[in-house]
């Protein structure tokens, strides 16, 4: 039984150093020949585990968007305590009933113990096994002590287990199955242009500001407990494993958003760092969705009051007309207070305005009486990907790569081998 357990192991052992061998070599492949696309891909739906390779990077996933006085965590069993980066054991334990862990002068706090560094990862035997703030994730999780006596924490998973997430975080469940598969490769290729930032601590955070990432397990308003990734989200997941958009054999920030509202936007006017796929592309594929076109009514005295502290005038604001984009760019404003002109982009009159009430900043504008009426479309940025519009796609029977090219035209989807 030992024997065989030994000879299992070093089973696995020589399997998994073939698979990262097999990695290496498929990166290397992909980042040596940047003038020599690599050749698109077919994507088999309904691949079985067993004809994808399972091996996948690990990815570092910032939990708290800006650091904390302490973060609450619990581990369901035995696990390790070690410095970020090494193999030493600080600590162990059987399990961890809900804790809270904090910065102190001399490390960090979990529990009741105090580890002299500055930063630690909690190591679960079995994942998962680890929750923060109520929600529970794959993998490990790092605590980093920041200034001002606070915390972080970054979740350290897979990029598989990741995506998984990504895809119920990013599309609900009744979109079409070749929606959900693009969206797993533009979420894959998205965090793996952020790793490439080489950030010392993690790579994208967990919410919009990345991509929204939900974890294993978590509970709603209602206390209900509820799956971020499920077995639909996994067979999506492993589907794609390893397919990503790249841009003369290069990975680029593949950019989408929830509704484009009839066209999306030009990459270069919303993104400095935009590629060239990110062109402005028709899509009349989102006309289902809420925010397809919208219509918001402010008043002219809150206009007036935000629009004023902005430009630091005073007054009302008098007047407020577009200033006609080229296709596919975002707008821009003049204003007229207190019989001044003053010229706004319209994403700055949006943030300014309210980011919640004006879903994009791809709207016109008209007086009403007391109130000022925005008529828009869209919601986000709308730049690359239309999350609603490739829904529309695949219920029209359009596939995954079809879809992709489609949103960035002039890109070519590739497989990182053995990934
Ligand atoms: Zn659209």
Same mark, same amino acid.
């Given at each position: 039984m030992v024997i065989e357990r030994a000879r299992n192991r070093l089973w696995r052992q020589v399997a998994f150093c073939g698979v990262v061998l097999a990695c290496v070599i498929g990166w290397l492949t992909l980042l040596s020949r940047p003038d020599r696309p690599l050749q698109p891909l077919a994507l088999k739906a309904?691949?079985?585990?067993? +004809?994808?390779?399972?091996y996948s990077p690990d990815i570092r996933v910032n939990l708290t968007a800006t650091p904390r006085e302490n973060v609450r965590l619990s581990v369901d069993g035995p696990f390790d305590v070690r410095p970020?980066?090494?193999? +030493?054991?600080a600590g162990f334990g059987k399990q961890l009933r809900a804790c809270t862990v904090s910065a102190t002068k001399s490390g960090i706090r979990v529990d009741d113990t105090v580890y002299p560094m500055t930063r630690l990862e909690i190591i679960p035997d079995k994942s998962p096994a680890i929750w923060i703030e109520g929600r529970q994730y794959r993998g490990r999780v790092r605590f980093f002590r920041k200034s001002g006596g606070k915390i972080i924490a970054v979740n350290v998973l897979p990029m598989n287990d990741y995506i998984a997430s990504v895809i119920n975080g990013e599309m609900p469940l009744v979109f079409g199955r070749a929606a959900r598969q693009a969206q797993a490769v533009v979420a894959r290729t998205y965090a793996l242009a952020q790793m490439n930032r080489k950030h010392p601590q993690y790579d994208v955070f967990a919410s919009s500001r990345s991509q929204k990432y939900i974890g294993h397990k978590y509970r709603d308003s209602k206390g209900r407990l509820l799956a971020g990734d499920d077995r639909t989200s996994r067979e999506v997941a492993r589907e794609t494993a390893g397919m990503i958009c790249t841009y003369k054999g290069k990975i680029f920030t593949t950019y989408y958003s929830?509704?484009?509202?009839g066209q999306t936007a030009l990459g270069t006017t919303v993104f400095p760092?935009?590629?060239?796929?990110?062109q402005s592309v028709p899509c009349?594929?989102?006309?289902?969705?809420?925010?397809?076109q919208w219509t918001v009514k402010l008043s002219r005295n809150e206009v007036s009051r935000r629009l004023g502290t902005h430009l630091k005038k005073q007054g009302a604001v008098e007047g407020l007309r577009r200033i006609s984009p080229k296709r596919g760019e975002v707008p821009s404003f003049e204003a007229l207070i207190s019989g001044r002109k003053q010229t706004i982009s319209g994403a700055t009159l949006r943030r300014v305005l309210s980011t919640t009430k004006l879903p994009s900043p791809y709207f016109n504008v008209r007086v009403e009486g007391n109130f000022f009426i925005f008529e828009g479309r869209g919601h986000g940025h709308t730049v690359g990907l239309c999350q609603w519009g490739a829904h529309g796609q695949a219920q029209s029977g359009r596939t995954c790569l079809e879809i992709l090219q489609y949103y960035y035209p002039g890109s070519d989807i590739v497989i990182l081998e053995d990934m």
């Open positions: 309904n691949t079985r585990d067993s +004809e994808r390779p399972t970020v980066g090494t193999t +030493e054991v929830a509704v484009c509202g760092d935009a590629a060239p796929p990110l009349r594929y989102c006309q289902s969705a809420k925010r397809f």
